[in-house]
């Protein structure tokens, strides 16, 4: 079985009404959710202008004092539908007979767990009691998922992982390039987001693995075909927000050592250990345990060609985030805090950053963008200046 899946709540939320917005100068914006997760929300004190919810839970409310009583209006029905897998028979569910010998006859049936006071869950377990059947049906539920987390799910989409085109990395026609920084540290710009390439005297150090294997791969390619005959030993990842992490996977495929803000070692740990099984990727396939090393505080990667600094600083963006200054050339890897990308106004990130670059004596360097690209430090003195 299935269920519909109706919008049954206005709240608080990420989706903007664009077009009310362009008509009317209102910003809408708006979340969705099964009824009892609109009903436990609104109690936790989600407010919102409008509920909108199965009667049985706007009724609660009115009752709780949480919607005006007297202001509800019926505005839609919704029916509750019943599917097959694609390519299964369709059973004959015309008479409450049939439907119920169908529900009885199947290996096994799907339906939102009703204790989520989700409208479709508590009919369909109304229906089990009608049919005489609860028992026999419940043995063989699979309950779907609840509480799913909408927007993280279409910001994934929106991020392309599962997207088959190009256009998830950059705009039609563009595409990824290196720019070169200093003749052994590369800036992999052109996608939404970054990664920096150190060649060291016997590796390769990447910095940060954007948006899903894909990337990675073109990275670590291009790392190859620029240094030759140097394997990718590290790869350093600033924080564990995906949009810089979906593709570090890869790293770990290619025996690389993943170097994490300590702070995020619970993210890595369950993402290096995942199977994915919608599109295989080269971890999945050729399976290896990841070595991953913790930056507590600071650590040094260094030989005696490169010094590469990395400092896990206190700021707002991330739980944990580290900043990287490869020493030579005095190039300063920040990723989000500050993305250079005109001018770069000051904000509790920045002055992070001004922080850290304080603590550790940095003077003088070149900030490179994890986004964007590169500012002087001497010329965004603003942006960084201390509290
Ligand atoms: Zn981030």
Redesign the pocket.
Known sequence: MSWQSVPSSIGTGSVEGSSLRRKTGCALSMSYGPGGVVLRRVRAGDLSDVVIAPPEVVEILIGEGRVVAGSQRLIARSVIGVAVRAGAAKPNIDTTDDLRRALLTARSVAYTDPATGAASGVHFAEILNRFGIADEVKAKAKSAATDVPYQWVLRRMFLGRFLDSDKVYFPEGSGFRLTELAPNVQHVVGGGANNLIVAMKDGIVIVDAPVDEGQSRWVIDAAKAKYPGKPIKQLVMT?H?M??SGGSRAYVAEGAEIVIPGQARPFFEKMFAAEHKLAPDALTQQSKPAKIVDVKDTMSLKDDTVEINLYNIPNP??DGMIIGHVVGPNLVWV??LISPRGPIGRSPNTVAVGDALRKANITGSTIVGGHGTTAKQAEIGQALAAN
């Open positions: 924080h927000h949009d810089h963006h991330a990723t989000d």
